[in-house]
């Protein structure tokens, strides 16, 4: 059994290299008219070489999952903006997809919170639907939209979980279909557990995402390990290997909140459910300390009995 491991956006300890810098519409708003246009392509051709970069250490040390920022482009979205991103970077988002396919990396992208298809609000949906076209929009000009996932929650419950599950059922038909081919579900901290976002995605057909540290926080009565097998097989809508997000609680007092590392014990009965399973899969670290996070994590996973390192990012159990 093979596991990849991989993490989000930002390469610690490469200098400058975030790639996420942003302009608020109050800031672009303030610009002189002549030059909004120019501070938008100015911070987008810097986030797109921070990824380069990005992609390059990812390179050099054999790691193969990444997340993408959604922050690449600002203002992509507002609809008082919206402007044409592709076309002035038609080479370099070319260059990051062949950075992708050369180095056989899995990229992936997880829009926030507010995109979402259980909302009573059709201006929410449609919101949601302009974003979810913006990341594949993204992917597309990179030529790897057919390579990756686009990662969302189900949503809030508005007061009614099965009066809002039959709403998202509806919302998420109005989806294009190309995009919903490469749309992930995952389970919530809060809300959606992991039977109810199990069957949402059994339903709609699209694989499923199963974060661990938000099951512990919303698990209820269910167990994991009755429904992981089932988890796993929802992935033979796609193309790809299972994926599963890993973190550990922060503090007993934010029990939610991602802490810096991720805690080996606090994972390891999930590893030893999954190594059941005998299924390669992959393994998204959410943790503050992003790369570094993941590099020591791998590392300890390999001191278990019975793990081989393959890579900075790989293990064979």
Same mark, same amino acid.
């Given at each position: 059994?093979?596991?990849?491991?991989?993490?989000?956006?930002?390469?610690?300890?490469?200098?400058?290299?975030?790639?996420?810098?942003?302009?608020?519409?109050?800031?672009?708003? #303030?610009?002189?008219?002549?030059?909004?246009?120019?501070?938008?392509?100015?911070?987008?051709?810097?986030?797109?070489?921070?990824?380069?970069?990005?992609?390059?250490?990812?390179?050099?040390?054999?790691?193969?999952?990444?997340?993408?920022?959604?922050?690449?482009?600002?203002?992509?979205?507002?609809?008082?903006?919206?402007? *044409?991103?592709?076309?002035?970077?038609?080479?370099?988002?070319? =260059?990051?997809?062949?950075?992708?396919?050369?180095?056989?990396?899995?990229? #992936?992208?997880?829009?926030?919170?507010?995109?979402? $298809?259980?909302?009573?609000?059709? *201006?929410?949906?449609?919101?949601?639907?302009?974003?979810? =076209?913006?990341?594949?929009?993204?992917?597309?000009?990179?030529?790897?939209?057919?390579? #990756?996932?686009?990662?969302?929650?189900?949503?809030?419950?508005?007061?009614?979980?099965?009066?809002?599950?039959?709403?998202?059922?509806?919302?998420?038909?109005?989806?294009?279909?190309?995009?919903?081919?490469?749309?992930?579900?995952?389970?919530?901290?809060?809300?959606?557990?992991?039977?109810?976002? &199990?069957?949402?995605?059994?339903?709609?057909?699209?694989?499923?995402?199963? *974060?661990?540290?938000?099951?512990?926080?919303?698990?209820?009565?269910?167990?994991?390990?009755?429904?992981?097998?089932?988890?796993?097989?929802?992935?033979?809508?796609? #193309?790809?290997?299972?994926?599963?997000? &890993?973190?550990?609680?922060?503090?007993?007092?934010?029990?939610?909140?991602?802490?810096?590392?991720?805690?080996?014990? $606090?994972?390891?009965?999930?590893? =030893?459910?999954?190594?059941?399973?005998?299924? *390669?899969?992959?393994?998204?670290?959410?943790?503050?300390?992003?790369?570094?996070?993941? &590099?020591?994590?791998?590392?300890?996973?390999?001191?278990?009995?019975?793990?081989?390192? &393959?890579?900075?990012?790989?293990?064979?159990?």
């Amino acid at each position: 059994m093979k596991i990849r491991f991989g993490y989000v956006a930002t390469a610690l300890g490469l200098w400058d290299a975030s790639p996420s810098k942003t302009v608020t519409f109050a800031r672009y708003s #303030s610009l002189p008219k002549q030059e909004r246009m120019e501070k938008l392509k100015e911070v987008t051709a810097q986030n797109i070489q921070h990824t380069k970069r990005i992609l390059y250490y990812n390179l050099a040390h054999g790691i193969e999952l990444y997340r993408f920022s959604s922050s690449l482009v600002p203002l992509a979205t507002h609809p008082e903006v919206m402007w *044409d991103f592709v076309t002035p970077f038609k080479h370099e988002w070319g =260059e990051l997809g062949q950075l992708v396919l050369g180095g056989n990396i899995r990229t #992936s992208f997880h829009p926030n919170q507010f995109t979402l $298809f259980s909302s009573p609000r059709d *201006d929410v949906t449609f919101s949601s639907i302009k974003d979810m =076209e913006f990341h594949y929009t993204m992917l597309h000009a990179m030529g790897i939209a057919e390579q #990756s996932i686009v990662n969302i929650h189900i949503g809030g419950a508005y007061g009614n979980k099965k009066e809002t599950l039959t709403r998202f059922h509806q919302n998420f038909k109005k989806l294009p279909d190309n995009i919903k081919r490469i749309t992930t579900l995952e389970n919530d901290d809060k809300t959606y557990n992991i039977e109810e976002t &199990l069957l949402a995605c059994e339903k709609e057909h699209v694989p499923m995402i199963f *974060d661990y540290h938000h099951y512990m926080a919303n698990k209820g009565e269910h167990d994991f390990s009755n429904y992981l097998e089932r988890i796993f097989n929802t992935w033979k809508f796609s #193309s790809l290997l299972p994926k599963v997000h &890993l973190s550990s609680p922060k503090s007993e007092k934010e029990y939610r909140s991602h802490a810096d590392y991720v805690s080996l014990e $606090f994972i390891r009965p999930f590893l =030893e459910e999954a190594k059941k399973l005998n299924q *390669d899969f992959d393994i998204m670290i959410e943790a503050k300390a992003k790369n570094l996070a993941m &590099l020591q994590l791998v590392e300890e996973i390999a001191a278990m009995r019975g793990v081989k390192r &393959l890579t900075a990012a790989s293990v064979k159990w």
